[in-house]
């Protein structure tokens, strides 16, 4: 199984589940959705019967399978959900397909298991290349095959904005789509394809999303990166950038100097859209306002800006980076969200306390936000970013560098155990970072997020990858060819997956996390790291 249980006892005893098994009790609609493809039904004798223990955590659960049937004793909906996914598990892997009239052999269990983390993430850039809402709905699907929880959604970025407007609706017509996209390899002189790309989740969209999601105990994390990363939004509404003059939405990558004003018609207009976003979305918890590779060159040469930094007496653009954040942090406080950002923010000056730092440089930088009192989620860059070639082979499809292995994600240590007891408690999740510069399509997506998600999914509801992962992971591979997943195999890619030949090497990750790991100590280090 992966995730594997805290505790898993084989008993003597087995039991078969019929075809549309009957489910009863408490928690029903939990089960039903976990086992969709089973066709459950709801009534009062169960071969599924589900009851609440107010004693287990919201996601803890115990899942019993003998001669009389399953029992799922569960904290929450949740832990009933994941103990629903548990079952499945134990079913064989043709279970995974849709099929008419199967019953299914269950062997003899005991599990009982609560997740180590209550964040466990996977971020998905929708603004380098758009994803339509088939496939967000898709993938909601296999986090919560692998019980992860968080879906963060990079909507917005120099090379387009993703999001339906009704109060600034030139961010959806314009900035929405770029004429063409750079295809160069890293370092290398540009190149474009010619092709016009582009594509907008609508609020009706953002809203099926949030609900599908949480109908599968997965909340979607949504990211406006501010005040950077901003080509797009100046490609539709200049008069909200440093400069006021108008931007082209970016057709190469790497960073733009493009940098929205810190004035405060600035966080009017981002309420506005953060009040658009949540009134679709629902009930929100977390809003990701980045803060990274941000270029201040432009404010500190505005006379405008300089003046403003000067009427709120601070004496740096650093310090001004950082109250305009936290700005933005009070107004989604006042909405019921907590801001998460990446470390940038916090290098760079005082967060409200409840903001959330995601330490992609490194988890030193990690250890010093929780210090500091900050919850935190790792998300450093080795091992999980996802962008990265899996092997330094040409055969591999084009990546930003190499490598990240199946093997260095399920050895990663979220709450390292020489960081002190008030440390460690501050680290709430993990989440791995899938990029798409290099990522145009859904089967390169699959290719590159799994099974190193699947890695990811032991080590944030473990804690750490737990014995025989590799031999588990081996029969996991089964049940994603039932469900589809383009996966990359452990032997490499096959013919069809190899796409455009990386270049091995272009970007070495070990000294990459050197470079942005020194970066972390200067208060000033916004600029763009890679």
Known sequence: MIPRPELLRDLSSSFELTPSPTVSGDFIASVRAALAGLDPLPGDNGEIDVRRDPALSEEAYRLTVGSRGVEIVAGGPAGAFYAAQSLRQLLPPASYRFSSGAAWPVRGVRIEDAPRFAWRGLHF????????????????????????????????????????????????????????????????????DEVPHGGYYTLDDLAEMAAYARSRHVTIVPEIDVPGHASAILAAYPEFGATGERHDVLDRWGISPAILSPLPKTVEFLTTIFDELLGALGETPYVHIGGDEVVLDRWAASPEITAYRESLGLGSVAELQAHFLRRLADVLAERGARAVVWDEAFVSGELRKDTIVMPWRGMNVGRRAAAAGHDVVATPVFPLYFDYAEAGSPDEPMAIGDAITVADVAAFEPAPADWSEEERARVIGVQAQLWTERVPDPRTADYRMWPRACALAEVAWAGRARDDFDGRLAGHLARLDALGVEYRPAAGPRPWQRRRPHRPSAVRVTEVMARIDAMTHDAASTRPSI
């Open 125 to 192: 850039d929708v603004a380098r290349h758009f994803f339509p809402k088939r496939e967000v709905l898709r993938l909601i699907d296999l986090m919560a095959v692998h019980k992860l929880n968080r879906l963060h959604l990079h909507l917005a970025d120099d090379q387009g904005w993703r999001v339906e407007s009704r109060a600034y609706p030139l961010l959806h017509e314009v900035a929405s789509h770029r004429p063409r996209t750079a295809i160069n390899h890293h370092r290398e002189p540009d190149a474009y």
